[in-house]
């Protein structure tokens, strides 16, 4: 999940994350004073990754979000009938009007 690497006289904190829509390999980089200080930060952003609150900073498109939110979420959570519902929804309505804009920007 992470790493702690000594740089000169600083120490950089490596997040692995999980990997994005395009299936590129996602980290995130911190820089700390002390190796103390390196720790506190590995540890906090690892409690942030397992609660689900750490936000990925990535390009994505509106379309490309909702991708990867219906297979996801909605196939996950909801019965057959209510997913195609949804689907037909996102594909009829979203997806022409709003698909190509980019909703992140990191």
């Known amino acids: 999940m992470g790493s ?6 600083k120490y950089q904190v490596i997040i692995e ?7 590129k390999r996602i980290r ?15 540890t906090e952003q690892e409690y942030q990754l397992q609660q689900n609150c750490f936000v990925i900073p990535t390009e994505v498109t509106f ?3 909702l991708n990867y939110w219906f297979d996801n979420y909605v196939k996950i959570k909801n019965e057959k009938n209510n997913t195609n ?14 698909g190509q804009y980019t909703i992140c920007k990191g």
């Open 28 to 42: 995130r980089y911190f820089t700390a004073n002390s190796e103390a200080e390196a720790k506190k930060i590995l």
């Open 4 to 9: 702690i690497k000594k740089r000169g006289n």
């Open 63 to 65: 379309g490309e979000f």
């Open 17 to 23: 994350l999980e990997k994005d829509i395009n299936e």
């Open 85 to 98: 519902c949804i689907q037909t929804y996102i594909r009829q309505i979203h997806y022409p009007q709003v």
